[in-house]
């Protein structure tokens, strides 16, 4: 059974830097897709970023290109998610998602079978 554990969240200020973290705990890793989905206050759960299951292939929101990095280790079961120069709009709780079915990064929340408990970020100003 498939279960995400996040970690790495926490508070840092405007142009800062947080790594998160993802692991399959449950040691049956047979996710294909993964990817980190995020859900601010009032607002509905957005994709970040996605990664495809051999990790040659990736999507960004086009609010995070050129400051958030997704990387997958398949040996380690792990996903990872660099976040540099933070904005205060960053701010919500992250969710990493994994899909057993489709292999491709997929952007579409509804192909993510899995998810985390969520780890939050809070980016002040």
């Known amino acids: 059974q498939v279960q995400l554990v996040e970690s790495g969240g926490g508070s840092v200020q405007a142009g800062g830097s947080l790594r998160l973290s993802c692991i399959d705990s449950?040691?049956?890793?047979?996710?294909?897709?993964m990817g980190w989905f995020r859900q601010a206050p009032g607002k509905e759960r957005a994709f970040v970023a996605v990664?495809?299951?051999?990790?040659?292939?990736?999507n960004y929101a086009d609010s995070v290109k050129g400051r958030f990095t997704i990387s997958r280790d398949n040996a380690k079961n792990t996903v990872t998610l660099q976040m540099n120069s933070l904005k205060p709009e960053d701010t919500a709780v992250y969710y990493c998602?994994?899909?057993?079915?489709?292999?491709?990064?997929?952007?579409?929340?509804?192909?993510?079978?899995?998810w985390g408990q969520g780890t939050q970020v809070t980016v002040s100003s």
């Open positions: 449950g040691r049956t890793f047979i996710s294909r897709a």
């Open positions: 990664i495809s299951f051999i990790g040659s292939s990736t």
């Open positions: 998602a994994a899909s057993s079915t489709v292999a491709v990064a997929t952007t579409t929340s509804g192909d993510y079978d899995y």
